[in-house]
């Protein structure tokens, strides 16, 4: 079966770095999505991989490795409003998007 | 209005109602979808609409039934439901699928109690 893991929480201080893991196991791959969602709002989009690497945005990047099935979310001097669930998502080889838990993030001052 | 919207936000609703859930797009999108989101699980996909045509329907009891009457609008018809379907239902829009990159747009959700 198809398969997304992630921690289901993690704790960090404001100011400080933390890092969001996600493994996947999947019927082919076609990119790696991570949505935030802030409790009672809607996932809003983030970051897209396709191809192996570190993508970079702002405070926020996203790295992949296509052979290890695995992602990571990291978040740099955090800030109080980066509390919130961080979804990590794979487009299979159908182009079907399948979903991990979330984890939820729950920053520190 | 701009995005995706969906009303109502929140919904009490008994076992022998029946409820419709609205979810209206504004991006110029072609694909729809409707999710549940239950605490601590992932988002379990229910049905997806691509150019006005379901093209998936995930195993989703009867009780639920979408309607897409034309690409901005996006209906689920709800009845006697079951209090295991409380949950958060989201509504999203996209370029339709087979595309790269098109990421999903997300309204609000409704938030279903189900007595």
């Known amino acids: 079966g198809q398969n997304i893991d992630q921690p289901t929480e993690m704790t960090a201080t404001e100011g400080a770095i933390v890092q969001i893991n996600c493994t996947y196991q999947t019927s082919g791959f076609n990119g790696l999505f991570w949505y935030q969602q802030h409790a009672g709002e809607a996932p809003t989009f983030l970051s897209y991989?396709?191809l192996d690497g570190l993508e970079e945005k702002g405070r926020f990047s996203s790295f992949l490795s296509r052979s290890k099935g695995y992602s990571y979310l990291l978040l740099k001097e955090l800030q109080m409003k980066d509390s919130a669930s961080y979804l990590c998502?794979?487009?299979?080889?159908?182009?079907?998007?399948?979903w991990g838990a979330g984890t939820k993030l729950i920053i520190k001052p | 209005e701009t995005g995706v919207t969906q009303t109502p936000r929140h919904l009490v609703m008994g076992m022998t109602n029946k409820k419709s859930l609205k979810c209206e797009q504004h991006l110029g999108h072609n694909a729809m979808y409707w999710y549940k989101q239950s605490a601590k699980k992932p988002l379990e996909l229910m049905f997806v609409?691509?150019?006005?045509?379901?093209?998936e329907n995930n195993s989703v009891p009867s009780r639920f039934s979408p309607e897409c009457p034309n690409s901005s609008h996006l209906f689920l018809h709800l009845h006697t439901l079951q209090p295991e379907d409380s949950a958060l239902y989201l509504c999203?829009?996209?370029?339709?699928?087979?595309?790269?990159?098109?990421?999903?747009?997300f309204g609000p959700g409704t938030r279903l109690t189900v007595l």
């Open positions: 998502a794979v487009r299979d080889g159908n182009y079907q998007l399948i």
């Open positions: 991989n396709v």
């Open positions: 609409y691509s150019l006005e045509e379901r093209v």
């Open positions: 999203a829009s996209s370029q339709a699928s087979g595309e790269p990159y098109n990421e999903q747009f």
